[in-house]
């Protein structure tokens, strides 16, 4: 769900003209995410499953949407540029999850609310999730385009 959430925030933000009345507080809510967001990503770059809990296995569809978010945010100026190495650091892990013949891994199948942090530890992940190759694309192009200063 963060990652759909922090899509939203980017995608909202690319809208709303600058004059909106409630871009400023849009723009904290993105803030305030990101900078939790970047406290939780794992040391090998990826986000898990449930994002805080450190036990739970790493998901590529989150992080991927996390990536791309972080990276265009950056790019914007709507985030401090220094978080783009949290996508840089994301992007690199994300390589680990594309098999050799192009199979997206390690991204959960479409979840609804959970009430057990076991449910989501269960989770099937599927090989090429339709949930996995955009996010990861995406997250890559972006980056790219955000290291160029041509983000967006």
Request: proline content about 5%; hydrophobic content about 40%.
């Amino acid at each position: 769900g963060n990652g759909w959430a922090l899509l939203s925030e980017v995608a909202v933000l690319d809208e709303l003209p600058q004059d909106h009345p409630d871009r400023s507080a849009l723009l904290e809510t993105l803030r305030r995410h990101v900078a939790g967001l970047i406290r939780h990503q794992a040391p090998s770059g990826m986000w898990r499953q449930v994002v805080d809990e450190p036990f739970l296995w790493e998901e590529t569809s989150a992080t991927g949407m996390f990536a791309y978010s972080i990276a265009h945010a950056c790019a914007a100026g709507w985030v401090d540029k220094a978080h783009l190495a949290a996508s840089e650091r994301a992007v690199e892990a994300l390589k680990t999850r594309v098999a050799w013949n192009g199979s997206v891994l390690d991204t959960c199948a479409g979840t609804g609310i959970g009430t057990t942090l076991q449910q989501y530890k269960d989770r099937p992940r599927p090989v090429d999730d339709g949930h996995g190759p955009g996010p990861v694309m995406l997250a890559i192009a972006e980056v790219l385009m955000a290291r160029e200063g041509s983000g967006g």
